[in-house]
């Protein structure tokens, strides 16, 4: 087991941002990974969302401290700040797309109802959408076409075909839930992201609702009526969802890991993560390791 954190990069295996002018970048997946003899390790990007556009092959995913058989042809969305790896077979065929968080939201500025759809991250197997399947891969070779020329307004274009993708991305998240009440679902995504800034500090529900202008009681009722859940159980889930990934990924004992997380007492971290897991800390870092 790794003794540091989850190792963050921009592209992998990089920590400054390509010296390339495109605002993003564009590389086949066989040019990297193998490399790194086809494993990708586990990592994040704070600031890059990825789309991976698989049309051959076999794929392994780990998302998070999750494990995912990926099925070409497919396409395949990370979100910035999410926890993943991959292993490729050596007769993979895809490409990945790498794009800056502000170039996203700059794409996207017309259709702010999309941004929430592309925050989590997605797998959609291409083979039962033939129409979408075929659309898609011309998009992303013409994206890869235009990548590489010095054609007049190759940006243009480059940015059209990948709002083009993206819209597909998003739309089809969307599909897939109930339909929502954009305001609800607005604030939600609000407190979502208010929770990821703040969850090691255990403030209230009271301190979230403040912020985001509504009383604790609409607050939490925007979160039972868009999760099932309570507002304080969101705030727990975060917690519970950093503390699989450093159990899993770094070498901390229980003991730092719970100050990490603003426990002040290592005892009571563990009967809270027991109590959500189904099993003790030290149990869940077992399994994952063996």
Known sequence: MPSHAIPKYQLYGEKSLWATPEPMHFETIRARSEL???????????????????????????LETRQIEL?????????AGCVHGFHFSPHIDGHIISIPLGILRDMLALSPDLHAALEKAAHHPLSPLPDARAWLSRCIRQFGVEYRSRAAGRLNMMTALLTEVLVWLARAEQASQPTVDNRQHGRLVRYRRLIDEHFREWQPVGFYAQRLGVSPAQLNNT???????????LIHERLMLEARRLLVYTAQDITSIALTLGFEDPAYFTRFFTRLAGMSPSAFRRRHAA
């Open 223 to 233: 979160c039972r009526s868009e999760t099932g859940q309570s507002a304080k159980a």
């Open 36 to 62: 790194h003899n086809w494993e990708i390790d586990t990592h994040s990007h704070d600031g890059l969302t990825q789309i991976l556009h698989l049309a051959s092959g076999h794929a392994h995913m780990t």
């Open 71 to 79: 099925s070409p042809p497919c396409l395949v969305l990370i979100p």
